[in-house]
Each structure stands twice: as structure tokens, then as C-alpha cells.
């Protein structure tokens, strides 16, 4: 074999802009309203909990926007980020498909999200912010917070879900070796967390408290912000480097993409591949882009479009997305990443305008097609992103099927080294499929606000 | 800053052959003698437990010996591995010194084990053997060779020392993810093992005990060799495709290194690094090499040069090195890699030869530079690794003091992912400096053997 099976960009050439759908969208974003009028709200709404320059990125319509190069100088450390050629696991499957993913896993702390947490320290940074509050379920924004966060010399106070903070002490030692406080959630430091343990001393937490503990902290502290590893506007924005670079990478392999595979939790990671690909579609191109989630948390194929809130205690600003419903709970699964009620609004708009597909897996065949792909490539998935492999690997089958030779791309956004506890269960046997529960998605959504 | 921060070799100038450095030693290797008569051992002698290709490499004084396009195929999966300029480490030290770093931990198993791992599996397939069997300690070995039987459809039978077993069941389930049986050791699969459990029934096993076990079960099986991952011969071969890929890095960064650094266990990844720089040596040049190892297990700065054997079963053929005495039992650490009695016979030659200087550093100092590293740098090193840091920061803050504009390189073997317990307990303050045992050491080096 004497063709590549890495690209690697060089540094000369890493994206020196971000992209933003927003300038594109033959429909603008329905705004975010305000959480108690209803109407919709302002960059000064949200000015007590973001720096200035990341409210500008959240409304801007600039299609273009430029990566600070001190933020660039921190991207170096790990990026441009390699784009690989399965090409065992393609031997592996006997299929004429051709099947690339772009790798994530090998920033710092192992996943995309240090895309946008190196901005956003930067900004905070740059606007006189001494601390960051954050919440994180499994760890991997939390330590990526902190990475970023120890680079700028900004402290960061991360507010972990209680039972993943008990559960995942070693995602807890790396954001300490970073240098972040870890504080379990629900905690006595806020009144959100207080008024929490007074009604369940025994709060395992949830993402919802979480938040709600972070951005208390963060409002009513002059001197912190707080910091949000998806959904949000920038956020999706920070991440389209990831895209940019693919779509580099992909000419230098002398390929171009028939289907773009990304796993959908927050949406960020979708976001960050598919958008620059979601624009060459709106300029004529035809790439099917294929959002994968969870069947036990299946935002965008069971979900209503309408406006709901960010967080379980209503608190945040309403955002018009695909949602299950902001009381929904969903069942526990070892993809943390994915355990979220809501959809980026942006990738919501993208899938209502019908420029993406969504379909969902059950998490013990996103396990085994982990361990498939672990046999033939040899890194490790992360769980989240071991949906997107499922959904690449069925789409190189059906190609075998139908004797097609497409060229299929998918974003492996994190290897699994700190969810090896899911690998065991796993292979013991103990990994169960959660059920989706139909009543609990309808009463959650007959909760949805009245508003929009 | 404007210049690189990484450099990465294109695939097609990847070394095509390995160094092996007994081709230009000024004096030979002494050779390994038989453990019952004394007498030097031939190829027959260990046939029973290794492939040909693995013997006639071990034995052989050819300058260059071919990568075999199977084992190319699968480095290209993580190789060539990035050369990186530490320049936030710079800056944070305020050192006029360039520090660069080889970071081996892309590999699948996260260090430079599977430069071995791969050659070894590869070897074994073609002469029609079915399993492996081997010892691991922490972990990173058994894991790297999971990783490559996989890779090649052959069983990998790991026996893993029971303390580590049970405490880091992680590495294990990383093992299974490739397919690998994993059996705590001492086991009642083999007599060794039984033996041992007939007198310590609550044995926590040790490598000595684990490397007998693995041996017997690929003596007694046809269908069964044994692979070992660092010590021998053919082990340090295989690595040096990390120097000489560091060498034309360097070139392209435009630099060449005044000091040559790496961490020392059983002496595979130092040799890796250092050897290519050993020969550019021999012809003239000037360049500093240093071995570097824990204070707790110190075999090159405080162990006798003299003929001992592998293993604390005394079972494996003796061979001349820097020993501590097979029956030297090294005080627990967070260094797994780096708690072995010898050192590999041609690293010790190599000392003895004045070719490279060697010192020793406590686990505690190792952390506090790993965790320095880690908060400029963004990746946490192994604990092994952290001993190469830690000499690295040492020589930089020389330069600063002397006001030298030196350039070093040094080997960061591994990533920590799997490791995060040893932070953990650094943090805590749990973690302590034991203290090296200079009876235990001369009680030790009394029951070397006589012969040779």
C-alpha cells in the first residue's frame, strides 16, 4: 500500500478565520427571547455572564471571523488536527467505500472541545476576567476549560455532576493537573446548590443544577464569567476549524466527501464539521450530512421544534430548537456528552431547512462498532463519538450492498482513555440499551413554554 | 511568534530501516551465557520461545536492517510521530534554551511500546505462530502488544502483575478493547504459578513472577512464542526509528541538539532516542547523551556492571548489564516502566564506554515537573516520561543560570491518561520518595552468579 493514510496540514495553513453558517442561512435564526418578558434579548442581557467579544460572535452575520493569533498560537500546540484514511477498518469491512475521519482526540484533553475553550479563555483574558465558572457532566469540557484555562493564566471553577464527579475521579485529577478547582454539584457555595440539598440532601446532580450553580457564580462575581462548551452560536462557530481544515485535508487526499458523519449532542461537534460543508451545499454542492444521536436521547428525530429553555431550572434565555422538553431527563448512558435535553438552535434551523439528516443508535451497537474500529485503526473512541463510527460503518456496508465506492467522512471527536469503565461494562455484559419513554417526552413537552 | 511548533515528518520519509548500534561499537557486546552452564548461548537456545527473524536480529551486527512494508503499513497508522518545540515551557522557565520533545504517546497505546509491539507481532504471523504470550507491569506493554496481535490475527495472552491487575483495571479493558486475554499473575495456569501460590496463597505477584509464567506458556505450547518489551537487543532495534526520525526533524527545524535526553527502565526507550545520536558520536560529534531514572530503582548510577539474569526466577540466559541484583526488589512507585533490576546490555555497554552520562531524580521532583509541563504544554506525561521532563526543565534552567543558548531534545514516551491516579495521589500529598536501600542492595549483588 503505497498511497498516504494521514494528512497533516501545515501549520502555515490552519484556518485563519472561523466560519459562520449565519451569513449563509437562506432563513435567519429565530432570536433567543428573554426568559421573563418573552421578548427577545439584547447583548446587555447576557453581559453580566460573557465577555463582549464572544456576545458579538453569538449575533454576528460576519461569514468570515478572524482567529486571534495568540489563540492560533495555542491551536499549534495540537492542530491542524490529522485527517486519516480508515483504511483497515475499510479491509476490515470488505467494502469499496472509502472512508476518512478527521481526528480530534489528540488535543490535550482528548476531544474538540478545546476548539472554543482556548477562545474563550482568550477573550476573557483579553476583557480583564480573573475566573471562569463552568458545569461538566462526564469531564471533557470541564478539563478542556481548564486547559485552556491554565494557558492564560485565568483561574476556572468547574461545577461537576455529583455522581460523575464520585464516579470519574480521573477526569477530575486532569483538571486539577491544569490547575482547576473541581467542586461537586449540587454544592453549598451557591444558593442554586443550597436550595437543592435543602429538598434532596442526597442530589446525585444533573447537568440542568449544574448550570444553574455556574452561572449564579459567575453573575455575582465582578471579576468572573461564565463558559458554555455547546450549543450556543459561538460555540458552533469555534468549531467550524474543524471543517475547514477537513475540507483541506480532503483535496489533499485527492477526495471530496459523499456523506459527512458527525455525532450530535450539543451540536457543536456536528457543527464544527458539517457547516463549511452545510455552505458549499448552499453554493450547489450535494453532501448528504448525517447527525447521529443517541436512541435513548434523541433530540433531533424525536424532538419538537419550538422555543425551550437551556437548563432544567428554566433560568437561561429560550432558544427556538429541537428539544425533548427541558424537564426531560434522560435515562443515564455512557455517552455523557450526548445526555442533553436541546439541539444547538443553529443546527436545528440547518435540520428544519432540510440541509441535514438525523438518524439515532442504542448505545451497545455504538460499543461494538468502537471495538470494531479500535481492532482495525487502533485508537480507542470516545463513546459520544463512537456514534459517529456506527453510522460510518453502516454507511460503508450499504455501500458494499449497492457496490458503491463512496468517499465517506466522519468526525471522531475524542478517544476513550478516561471511559475505559464503559469498555468493561461493555464487555462484561452489563451495558443496557435505555428505552426511550414516550410518556415522559410527551409530558416534558406539554411543559414547553407558551412563548414564540 | 511566527515560527513552528511542530514538525512532522511526511509519510514517505519514514525510515525504511532501523539502526542498530552493534554494527559501530568500538568493542562488542559480551555475549549472553547459558543460565546452567555458563557457556554462550546460541540461536537454538532460544528458539523454543522466539521467532528466527526476532533471534538473527538480536545477534546481529548489520548497520541497517529493513522495516518490513507490513510494519511500515501499520506505524503509518501514528508514524512518523511529531517533534514539538516546548516554547510555552521556554517562556514559563524564562530560559534562553530551545527545548524540543519526540512524543511518542500518539501512538494507540499512548507510548513508544508499539514500535516493538508491531515488529514483533509481524514476525511471529509469518512464522506461523498463533499466540503470544508476555508479562506486563502497569500495563503499557501488554497493552501495546494487545494492540499489535490484533493488527496481525494473533491471540495475545498478557499476564499481568495481580497489584496492577486489580488496581488499574483500565489498562486491562484498554487490553480486551484489542482482543487480548488478560490473567492476574501469579495464575493456576502454569507451575510457576502454582508454585508460587502453593507458598504465598495472597501472592501480589511481581514481573520476575509474571515473566516465568509467560515464558512456560509459550515454551510448553507448539503454537505459542513469547515477546518481551524492552532489555534485549532487538527491543532498542526496533525503537531507534524514534531517532532517526527525531534527527530529520531537528534538520527541518533547522537545529541540532547540544543534549540528548531520556528516561531509563529496561532501557528501550532511551535507546531509541539515543542511539542514532550515539553513532553521529562515534564519528565526531559532540552531543551530550543522559539517562535518566527514579532515585528509587537507580541500576546505571548506583548498580554494578556485571553478568546477571533477567528475571528474580533466575531462569532467562545472564547477560552482562548495570544490575541491582535479580533479587533486588525496588520500592513501590508510580514508575512501572522504570522498576526493573537491569538495564538492557547494550545500554549498559554503552556506559560503560563513557558514551552517555546517567543520574537519578525522586518521583516527587518528576511530578512537580510533569505537572509544569503539563500546565504549559497541555499534555500530561506518564510518570515514566516525567523523569525525561524533569531532566529536561533541570538542563534548561542550567542554561538560563550559565546564560547558554543550548538546544535539547528529549524523549516523552508515553502520555499519563491511564496514569491519572499517580496525580491524584501527588496532589493529595499521599505520594511519597522511597527511599533507595543500600543494604537491600548489597545483599542483592551477593547473590549475583558467579559465571562470567
Request: aromatic share 8%; glycine share 8%; proline share 8%.
Amino acid at each position: 500500500m503505497s498511497e498516504s493514510t494521514k494528512y497533516f496540514l501545515p501549520e502555515d495553513r490552519m484556518p485563519k478565520a472561523w466560519y459562520n453558517l449565519a451569513a449563509d442561512l437562506p432563513t435567519p435564526l429565530p432570536p433567543a427571547l428573554h426568559p421573563g418578558t418573552g421578548q427577545p434579548i439584547g447583548p446587555a442581557d447576557l453581559a453580566p455572564i460573557f465577555p463582549n467579544a464572544v456576545i458579538e460572535q453569538e449575533v454576528s452575520t460576519e461569514r468570515w471571523i478572524e482567529i486571534p493569533e495568540p489563540v492560533r498560537e495555542v491551536y499549534r500546540l495540537w492542530r491542524p488536527s490529522p485527517l486519516i484514511r480508515a483504511r483497515r477498518l475499510e479491509q476490515a469491512l470488505g467494502t469499496p467505500a472509502k472512508i476518512f475521519f478527521k481526528y480530534e482526540g489528540v488535543s490535550p484533553a482528548g476531544s474538540h472541545k478545546p476548539n472554543t475553550a482556548v477562545p474563550q479563555a482568550f477573550y476573557n483574558k483579553q476583557e480583564g476576567v480573573k475566573r471562569l465558572s463552568t458545569e461538566t457532566g462526564a469531564g471533557q469540557w470541564g478539563s478542556s476549560l481548564a486547559f485552556a484555562g491554565s494557558l492564560f493564566g485565568l483561574e476556572v471553577e468547574v461545577y461537576m455532576v455529583k455522581v460523575s464527579y464520585n464516579q470519574k475521579p480521573y477526569r477530575r485529577a486532569l483538571m486539577e493537573t491544569y490547575g482547576a478547582t473541581c467542586i461537586a454539584s449540587p454544592s453549598t457555595l451557591t444558593q442554586a446548590g443550597r436550595d437543592i440539598l435543602a429538598r434532596h440532601p442526597d442530589s446525585n446532580g444533573s447537568l440542568g443544577i449544574a448550570i444553574s450553580e455556574a452561572v449564579e457564580v459567575a453573575a455575582s462575581r465582578d471579576d468572573t464569567k461564565y463558559a458554555l462548551g455547546s450549543v450556543l452560536n459561538h460555540v458552533c462557530l469555534h468549531q467550524t476549524i474543524i471543517g475547514e481544515e477537513a475540507m483541506m485535508q480532503m483535496e489533499m487526499a485527492g477526495e471530496s466527501p459523499d456523506v459527512v458523519i458527525a455525532c450530535t449532542g450539543g451540536g457543536s461537534n456536528f457543527a464544527g464539521l458539517a457547516f463549511p460543508y452545510v455552505r458549499e451545499n448552499l453554493k450547489g454542492a450535494k453532501v448528504r450530512i448525517v447527525g447521529v444521536e443517541p436512541a435513548s436521547c434523541p433530540t433531533l428525530t424525536k424532538g419538537l421544534y419550538a422555543y425551550d429553555f437551556g437548563d432544567t431550572g428554566k433560568l437561561t434565555p429560550m432558544v427556538k430548537m429541537h428539544t425533548l422538553g427541558a424537564t426531560f431527563m434522560p435515562p443515564g448512558s455512557h455517552s455523557g456528552g450526548l445526555r442533553y435535553h436541546g439541539m444547538a438552535p443553529m443546527v436545528s434551523h440547518v435540520m428544519e431547512l432540510g440541509l441535514m439528516e438525523a438518524r439515532s443508535y442504542h448505545q451497545t451497537e455504538c460499543f461494538a462498532a468502537a471495538v470494531q474500529f479500535a481492532r482495525a485503526e487502533g485508537i480507542v473512541p470516545a463513546p459520544e463519538s463512537s456514534h459517529a463510527v456506527k453510522a460510518a460503518i453502516a454507511e460503508a456496508l450499504r455501500c458494499k450492498e449497492e457496490g458503491k465506492a463512496e468517499t465517506i467522512l466522519f468526525n471522531l471527536s475524542g478517544h476513550g482513555h478516561f471511559d475505559m469503565q464503559a469498555y468493561t461494562d461493555y464487555f462484561s455484559g452489563k451495558l443496557i440499551d435505555p428505552q426511550f419513554d414516550q410518556q415522559a417526552l410527551a409530558a416534558a413537552l406539554e411543559e414547553l413554554p407558551k412563548a414564540g
